[in-house]
């Protein structure tokens, strides 16, 4: 790296909860700038969240929070180069890239659902991954068996 590392900017938190991961989460959501809109369609998803939610002592907002925690991985695997062969080494994942990931996978999940709106779609993968299930769950599986299937390679780490 020729420049020094950026820095981390502080993020404002969100009107309605008060909380830096929404507006983390919304800012990955977003699209051409529009904030407002994402705003929106994150708010509205909680709303549909709370509807339909089954269990009472929970509000949409923490099943929301279990959804992002039941998706995050905690290993996955990179690649690397040795002696001409190219191997997947499992490593650890660093708590900041942990959520990004878990927030990615649950936005691009949500994305590729049938429901009629993006609101729907993400309340709906939002519940979904609250129970342990859906396609991003299923991905953060993947990931921890791909790791585990390569745990051999484990002594290339660098």
Known sequence: ?????????????DPK?????VTRFVNMMMWDGKKSVAFKIFY???DIVDEKNTDEEKTG??????ALSNV??????????VGGATFQIPMQIRPDRKISTAMKWLISFARKRNEKSMAQKLAAEIL???????????????????????????????
């Open 1 to 13: 790296m020729r420049k020094k590392q950026a820095k981390k900017r502080p993020l404002l938190p």
């Open 17 to 21: 909860f008060n909380d830096q991961l």
């Open 44 to 46: 509205d998803a909680i």
């Open 61 to 66: 907002l923490e099943l929301w929070k279990d």
């Open 72 to 81: 995050m991985p905690h290993v996955e695997v990179r690649s690397r180069r």
């Open 128 to 158: 979904a991954a609250a129970k342990e299930e859906g396609a991003a769950v299923k991905k953060r599986v993947d990931t921890h068996k791909m790791a585990e299937a390569n745990k051999a390679f484990s002594h290339f780490r660098f």
